[in-house]
């Protein structure tokens, strides 16, 4: 069952078009990997399936229905996104924000605060909790950012039917929490979420998707599995870049080496 399908999508919502005949599918428990070069309509699809903009032609369909006909409570209770910059300026503390993911729901006050211990757990905030987010360092609001859009979506052993939206999650992260960051998608994706996620790090995207789907000045040029998408033929075209490809170590997903 497809869980998320475009059927040759284009999008001009601001005039000159950002996004150009895609077509893309998703099922559930998929993580899919958007690279490209800067400005090649990476963050414009994120924003487009998270309705912050409709198409301009083709079909964009969640769960069998078309996105614009979900009533915007129940899409929330689906899809969360994360974007690029989290603008938040009051002085919550970390609970609250986290707590603002599980407004779509009525699921009651303490169903709530077990799952707001459960997302801190899982994005290493839970020392976090009483401190105001406003005066966290970067990579700690990065995380709990995640947390919220965790929060928004986290539903026990079955996630099935729910959709993550990523725009470089793993921006101001360390080593150890961008790691970290991976074996949450892998845990969520194991409980049937499905990712679509942005990220420059093509090692990064190779780890944790099963599919790349490569963008360049708004169409899709490449789309497969990490073996199949990640070429010398495709660094040089796309990015000018000269790497050397081979397998990982692990035997799981090539390595990309800039030369």
């Known amino acids: 069952m497809s869980l998320l399908q475009l059927q040759n999508v284009d999008a001009s919502p601001w005039g000159d078009p950002v996004l150009t005949d895609i077509n893309l599918e998703m099922i559930p428990g998929e993580v899919i990997g958007l690279i490209g070069p800067n400005g090649a309509g990476k963050s414009s699809l994120l924003r487009l399936l998270a309705g912050d903009f409709a198409p301009t032609s083709g079909n964009l369909l969640f769960a069998d229905k078309p996105l614009q006909a979900w009533p915007r409570q129940a899409l929330a209770q689906k899809l969360a996104f994360l974007p690029q910059l989290s603008l938040l300026n009051f002085p919550y503390t970390v609970e609250e924000v986290v707590l603002l993911g599980r407004t779509p729901h009525a699921t009651g006050a303490r169903a709530d605060h077990d799952i707001m211990r459960e997302v801190l757990r899982a994005t290493d905030t839970l020392s976090l909790r009483n401190r105001l987010y406003t ?3 970067g990579g700690e609001r990065q995380r709990v950012q995640l947390a919220r859009v965790l929060a928004q979506l986290w539903g026990g052993h079955d996630m ?11 921006a101001a992260l360390d080593l150890a929490h961008q790691q970290q960051l991976a074996t949450v998608i892998a845990d969520i994706a194991a409980r049937g979420c ?5 990220v420059h790090d093509v090692n990064l995207a190779a780890s944790v998707s099963h ?7 708004g169409q899709a040029i490449a789309s497969g599995t990490p073996h199949a998408v990640l070429t010398p033929a495709l660094f040089r075209a796309l990015f000018h870049a000269e790497v050397l490809v081979q397998p990982h170590p692990n035997g799981r997903q090539p390595l990309v080496i800039g030369l």
């Open 194 to 198: 499905a990712v679509l996620l942005v």
């Open 211 to 217: 599919r790349l789907l490569v963008l360049d000045r």
């Open 160 to 170: 099935s039917g729910a959709l993550l939206l990523l725009d470089e999650p793993t």
């Open 135 to 137: 005066q966290l360092s």
